[in-house]
């Protein structure tokens, strides 16, 4: 089955501070993977994409990884801020597919 | 920019009424996608449209109705309100797949939709 696993589910961590988020996935084939960002009653912005050729990728202060052979990637954030509150989620898809596979996301508090 | 516009923010209805919500993307994108997003579940997809005229059937399609009758709004209708319905819908568009490893969703706003 097609799933995509993200890790914490909720995590709070204080201002300036780093954190890493997990997402694992079992869909095959693989296109690319995609990290969104969605604020508190918002629709969800993507933060980066990977293709499978892909390890690393920064946006700022985000850095997604990927390792297509263990089918897992992390976002990490450096220095967090207050407006890095918001859930993360990490969305899969698959070559020729119309339909992405979601994550149910990590929710992410930053506190002063 | 890209643009999804969401025909509401926050709705209310009663059970039992029908309930139309309206997506209008500004991309001449070929895919449209209807979600609900509900604590702990992510985003589920109800419905999909590859071409004016055209949907398919997601992952949680019943009690649900789609129409796309011109390529820039795809409505999400729902037939006979329900409270199990209340929760956050979200409407995307994205460029055709084809070969493309790029392809993205683009999100409109939500709208937050409760049954009373």
């Known amino acids: 089955k097609n799933q995509v696993e993200q890790s914490p589910q909720s995590l709070i961590i204080l201002e300036g501070k780093n954190c890493t988020l997990q997402?694992?996935?079992?869909?095959?084939?693989?296109?690319?993977l995609r990290w969104y960002k969605q604020d508190t009653g918002r629709g969800p912005v993507s933060l980066t994409i990977?293709?499978?050729?892909?390890n690393t990728k920064s946006n700022g202060r985000y850095t997604a990884t990927l390792d297509a052979d263990t089918k897992q990637s992390s976002l990490h954030i450096t220095a967090s801020q207050l407006s890095d509150s918001a859930s993360y989620i990490c969305?899969?898809?698959?070559?020729?597919?119309?339909?992405?596979?979601f994550g149910s996301g990590t929710r992410l508090s930053v506190k002063p | 920019d890209v643009k999804v516009t969401q025909s509401s923010r926050y709705l209310v209805k009663r059970t039992g009424e029908k309930v139309f919500l309206e997506c209008v993307q500004d991309m001449d994108h070929e895919n449209m996608f209807w979600y609900r997003q509900d604590p702990g579940l992510g985003l589920r997809l109800i419905y999909f449209s590859y071409d004016v005229k055209m949907k398919e059937k997601g992952d949680i399609p019943e009690g649900y109705s789609v129409s796309r009758e011109k390529k820039e709004r795809f409505s999400l209708i729902l037939e006979s309100a329900s409270t199990n319905q209340t929760s956050m819908y979200l409407c995307?568009?994205?460029?055709?797949?084809?070969?493309?490893?790029?392809?993205?969703?683009?999100f409109g706003q939500g709208t937050r939709l409760t049954v009373v």
């Open positions: 997402c694992n996935y079992t869909v095959s084939p693989f296109s690319n």
């Open positions: 990977m293709t499978f050729s892909e």
């Open positions: 969305v899969v898809s698959r070559p020729l597919m119309s339909t992405f596979i």
């Open positions: 995307a568009s994205g460029e055709a797949r084809g070969l493309s490893r790029n392809t993205e969703a683009f």
